[in-house]
């Protein structure tokens, strides 16, 4: 399956008869839009950021991760259904997957997320602004800005 994301026009995005995969927020100020097309289906999205574009990573042959701004979310392009919808309360970062955990790194907190079944295993706090994230073995190793650490055991994690 293969996405084709091309930009629109604002104007564009809110004609456009096509499902929304993450809810535009009335009170907020969007910058980018875009057309996501997959399987002769069209779907939207638009975010705050104007010089950042979104994370869209395949999970398997349905399933697409997608983490902008504030959300991020794991979508069946096949059924045209959201598995995991999460609103953030702080920024995305970046995602790392590791064998069947997706880690979703924002600026305060680390999501760990089992793709099969899709849930969310744990959310991490980190007790400063994160910097970095390596992982080695079963460990990752969280540096956050202040030069705190946090350890996170993934074995534990996998089903």
Request: charged share 25%.
């Amino acid at each position: 399956m293969e996405l084709k994301i091309k930009e629109i026009s604002e104007a564009y995005y809110h004609s456009l008869d096509a499902k929304e995969l993450v809810k535009a927020d009335a009170l907020l100020q969007y910058n980018r839009f875009v057309e996501i097309v997959v399987c002769q289906q069209s779907f939207k999205l638009c975010w705050q950021s104007e010089s950042i574009f979104p994370d869209i990573y395949k999970i398997d042959g349905r399933n697409f991760f997608i983490g902008i701004d504030l959300d991020f979310l794991i979508f069946d392009f096949l059924e045209s259904k959201t598995k995991l919808a999460v609103k953030l309360d702080s920024y995305y970062i970046e995602y790392l997957l590791f064998r069947n955990i997706l880690i979703v790194v924002t600026e305060l907190d680390i999501y760990m997320i089992n793709i099969q079944p899709v849930v969310v295993d744990s959310v991490i706090h980190l007790p400063d602004v994160f910097s970095n994230i390596e992982i080695d073995n079963d460990i990752a190793r969280v540096s956050c800005s202040d030069g705190s650490e946090v350890d996170i055991r993934l074995k534990c994690l996998m089903r």
